[in-house]
């Protein structure tokens, strides 16, 4: 089996549920890990002995052995940790970045001429095999560098390579929307706990129902005609909707993609998180 170093910039929530997913992946490659940050060496610690890996408090020192460095820290740290990553970088090195809003050309425009680069968007079940990622790659990557990626994507679920500007537009609905339906399963829990569950089944049911709707929605039908077919004419359903319609569902939702896009592109041009 042949082997890849891959160094994690940043060894936050984003890192973890790449990682994890690294170290369970029964692929073609194995994958040495190691992980830093840039002050916190409980949470290196803490992965160092969850998964087994490598960490190190400064990246500079082991960067060169890497195959693979990914920038997994705050878009807003990128040009500073891409201006030191610019002295060390070496030709055969593929940079990957999952910073929203910073794309292939915020990385190629900070490196040397003909450093390799992608721009990835994952989703944090990535920790589980089941990310949807996009990808975006640099000009020039070669067959071999697209090899080695496409297997480190694979161990962390679906992709898909988009262009630069896609990825843009759909960082929110791959990237940050998962949040959103987190926070509609939230309420559905809520409601059964409510209704006399324990949390337990509360989950389970929660978690079931948007398993099997998004397996539905993977069949192929358009979700309006799923939606069809639950609302019963003069139905229980139709009530329900007829709510979620006054209260503007669906433009809400757009409204909240057009939002998280716009934050990104602010963030990818270099404007400092808001805590
Ligand atoms: N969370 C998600 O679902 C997704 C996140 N992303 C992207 O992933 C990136 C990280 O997000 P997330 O994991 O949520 O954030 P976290 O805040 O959880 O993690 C950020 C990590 O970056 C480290 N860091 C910060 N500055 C530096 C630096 N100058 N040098 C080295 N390490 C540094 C932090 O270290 P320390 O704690 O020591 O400061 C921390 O380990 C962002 O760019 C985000 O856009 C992309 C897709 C989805
Ligand atoms: O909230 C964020 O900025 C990141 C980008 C996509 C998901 N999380």
Not at 55 to 73: F, G, H, K, P, Y
Not at 148 to 167: F, K, N, P, S
Not at 226 to 233: F, G, K, Q
Request: aromatic share 4%; proline share 4%; hydrophobic share 45%.
């Amino acid at each position: 089996m042949e082997t890849r170093r891959i160094l994690f910039i940043g060894a936050g929530r984003m890192a973890q549920a790449m990682i994890h997913g690294l170290v369970k992946q029964q692929g073609s490659f194995a994958w040495q890990i190691v992980a830093s940050n840039r002050s916190d060496t409980s949470r290196l610690e803490a992965l160092r002995s969850r998964f087994g890996i490598e960490s190190t408090s400064n990246w500079q020192q082991v960067v060169e052995s890497a195959d693979v460095v990914v920038l997994a820290m705050p878009p807003s740290e990128h040009p500073a940790v891409l201006a030191q990553l610019r002295d060390h970088v070496k030709q055969h090195q593929l940079i990957v970045s999952v910073a929203a809003g910073i794309g292939v050309s915020g990385l190629e425009s900070s490196l040397p001429p003909d450093v390799a680069v992608a721009w990835v968007m994952p989703n944090t079940a990535a920790s589980i095999g089941q990310s949807m990622t996009l990808c975006a790659l640099g000009s020039a990557v070669t067959n071999e560098q697209v090899e080695m990626l496409t297997e480190m994507l694979q161990a962390l679920g679906q992709h898909q390579i988009c262009t630069e500007e896609q990825v843009h537009k759909l960082t929110a609905i791959t990237g940050s929307a998962p949040a959103f339906i987190y926070r509609a399963a939230q309420a559905f829990e809520e409601m059964a706990v409510e209704y006399g569950l324990s949390e337990v089944n509360a989950r389970q049911i929660v978690g079931q129902m948007l398993l099997g709707s998004a397996n539905l929605l993977l069949t192929g039908t358009e979700p309006q005609v799923l939606a069809n077919e639950v609302t019963t004419p003069g139905g229980a359903t139709a009530a329900g909707l007829e709510v979620l319609e006054r209260g503007n569902f669906m433009s809400i939702l757009q409204e909240a993609i057009t939002a998280t896009n716009q934050r990104a592109a602010e963030l990818g041009m270099g404007n400092p998180p808001k805590r």
